[in-house]
């Protein structure tokens, strides 16, 4: 039972985590930080919006960091949910 109740410790840290890194993304995005708004080429293997400045140019990458903030904040705070709620 104490390596069951490891995972759910570990499920919640990395959930929390993508609620922060959305939350984050969003702020900076308000705040409009240069690497989010012009993101540097080699940050295309953890930052999607890199990718679509590389395939269809700058115009589009507000709109894909913004998907991707709000998409993994919603997306990371469902998971919590459901880890929070299991773990009960």
Request: charged share 10%.
């Amino acid at each position: 039972m104490e390596e069951t109740r490891a995972v759910e410790i570990m499920e919640i840290v990395v959930c929390a985590s993508g609620v922060v890194y959305g939350a984050v993304l969003a702020y900076g995005l308000r705040q409009q930080w240069r690497w989010m708004i012009d993101p540097p080429e080699w940050t295309s293997v953890i930052y999607f919006p890199t990718v679509v400045k590389m395939i269809w140019g700058p115009t589009h990458v507000r709109t894909f960091a913004y998907l991707t903030a709000y998409g993994s904040f919603a997306m990371s705070l469902f998971c919590l949910t459901q880890a929070v709620v299991a773990s009960f």
